[in-house]
């Protein structure tokens, strides 16, 4: 049996895995983290996500190997293409079981994941609560354009009622889902909502979300200008648009509050709806072993093993 999962160093406390003390090293700049030239449209909101994220991981001092990007499948989810970092461009919808392997077997890194709504609220939507419940440590950040944008327009879960798209020609039909109140019930301990438009409020939404000790879900407003134009303008300041933060005597603890917050017709309100502290499952898990591995700290791996069958006989 091998142990590195177990033996991988477990901190009981989260604080954030960067710069070693006293390291000299310098913080990455954005030519350091770039990789490919992105293949989005030109005026795509992913733009911006992209360049905070950047901007997050030079001001705080992330290494290269102390950073994962995981995404599914989109336009949004090319997103690890474009970083200069370990990354998985993985299945569609199947991002966050992937980041949840590695969230729970690599402590020591920065598990961040990008995707569309069609990624995390269709065929990814079991897990998106599933992860939400079980409070795994990642950041989760969904650039949420409100329609299928790789496919070429095709109507998403958060497409609103009316929207015409090659899936519903007549005006989608059905009842968008609100993903915030969709994280919210399932279990989410960070939930914000942010928008490509705001720049500095996308970094502090991101990194208010890596802070957390646990699962933080972003909903960042982006918008798809080849399938979507001007979807987000009423929440655009620069388009005429209002951009409400949220109240500043709101409680963040306050579950209902959150709720109802979540339910104000678009734009909506922006920044942090919930935050909750709640043992994470990478805490639970690693206790777990730590106990398992008290038990058989004398042996070596191959008497762990051969006991292990002996107990099958
Ligand atoms: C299993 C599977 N089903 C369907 C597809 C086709 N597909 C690729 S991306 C996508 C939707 C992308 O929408 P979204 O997640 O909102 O990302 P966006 O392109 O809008 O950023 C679909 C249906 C696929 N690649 N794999
Ligand atoms: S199709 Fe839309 S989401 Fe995709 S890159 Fe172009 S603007 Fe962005
Ligand atoms: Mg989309």
Redesign the pocket.
Same mark, same amino acid.
């Given at each position: 049996m091998s142990s590195s999962l177990i033996e991988a160093p477990v901190r009981s406390d989260h604080t954030a895995p960067s710069a070693l003390p006293g390291s000299d090293r310098k913080p990455l700049t954005k030519k350091e983290l770039a990789a490919d030239h992105p293949t989005w449209c030109p005026g795509c909101g *992913?733009f911006s996500v992209l360049a905070l994220y950047f901007k997050l991981i030079e001001k705080r001092k992330l290494w290269h190997e102390k950073v994962t990007t995981i995404a599914?499948?989109? /336009?949004?989810?090319r997103f690890p293409y474009f970083v200069q970092a370990h990354g998985v461009h993985y299945?569609?919808?199947r991002a966050l079981p992937f980041a949840s392997g590695v969230s729970l077997s690599r402590p020591d890194l920065h598990v961040f994941v990008f995707?569309? *709504?069609? *990624?995390?609220f +269709?065929?990814g939507g079991n897990h998106f609560n599933h992860t939400a419940r079980k409070n795994i440590r990642m950041t989760y950040v969904v650039?949420?354009?409100w329609?299928?944008?790789?496919?070429k327009k095709?109507t998403?879960p958060t497409s609103p009622q009316g929207f015409k798209s090659k899936t519903d020609v007549w005006g989608a039909v059905d009842q968008p889902i609100n993903p915030m109140k969709q994280a919210i019930s399932a279990g989410a301990t960070f939930v914000a909502r942010t928008t490509h438009s705001n720049p500095n409020h996308v970094l502090q939404m991101m990194e208010a979300a890596m802070d957390h000790d646990g699962f933080g879900f972003v909903e960042c407003l +982006?918008e /798809?200008v080849e399938f979507y134009e001007g979807a987000f303008d009423a929440s655009n300041p620069r388009k005429g648009g209002v951009f409400n933060s949220v109240p500043s005597d709101h409680d963040v603890t306050d579950e209902v509050a959150a709720y109802k917050l979540a339910d104000a017709p678009f734009p909506g309100y922006f920044g942090i709806f919930y935050s909750l502290k709640r043992a994470t499952k990478n805490a639970n898990e690693a206790k777990i072993n730590a106990g398992a591995m008290e038990k058989v700290k004398n042996l070596k791996d191959w008497q762990i093993l051969q006991q292990t069958f002996g107990r099958l006989k």
């Amino acid at each position: 049996m091998s142990s590195s999962l177990i033996e991988a160093p477990v901190r009981s406390d989260h604080t954030a895995p960067s710069a070693l003390p006293g390291s000299d090293r310098k913080p990455l700049t954005k030519k350091e983290l770039a990789a490919d030239h992105p293949t989005w449209c030109p005026g795509c909101g *992913d733009f911006s996500v992209l360049a905070l994220y950047f901007k997050l991981i030079e001001k705080r001092k992330l290494w290269h190997e102390k950073v994962t990007t995981i995404a599914g499948i989109g /336009c949004s989810s090319r997103f690890p293409y474009f970083v200069q970092a370990h990354g998985v461009h993985y299945i569609h919808g199947r991002a966050l079981p992937f980041a949840s392997g590695v969230s729970l077997s690599r402590p020591d890194l920065h598990v961040f994941v990008f995707g569309g *709504d069609g *990624d995390a609220f +269709s065929i990814g939507g079991n897990h998106f609560n599933h992860t939400a419940r079980k409070n795994i440590r990642m950041t989760y950040v969904v650039m949420d354009n409100w329609v299928y944008g790789l496919t070429k327009k095709q109507t998403s879960p958060t497409s609103p009622q009316g929207f015409k798209s090659k899936t519903d020609v007549w005006g989608a039909v059905d009842q968008p889902i609100n993903p915030m109140k969709q994280a919210i019930s399932a279990g989410a301990t960070f939930v914000a909502r942010t928008t490509h438009s705001n720049p500095n409020h996308v970094l502090q939404m991101m990194e208010a979300a890596m802070d957390h000790d646990g699962f933080g879900f972003v909903e960042c407003l +982006s918008e /798809c200008v080849e399938f979507y134009e001007g979807a987000f303008d009423a929440s655009n300041p620069r388009k005429g648009g209002v951009f409400n933060s949220v109240p500043s005597d709101h409680d963040v603890t306050d579950e209902v509050a959150a709720y109802k917050l979540a339910d104000a017709p678009f734009p909506g309100y922006f920044g942090i709806f919930y935050s909750l502290k709640r043992a994470t499952k990478n805490a639970n898990e690693a206790k777990i072993n730590a106990g398992a591995m008290e038990k058989v700290k004398n042996l070596k791996d191959w008497q762990i093993l051969q006991q292990t069958f002996g107990r099958l006989k």
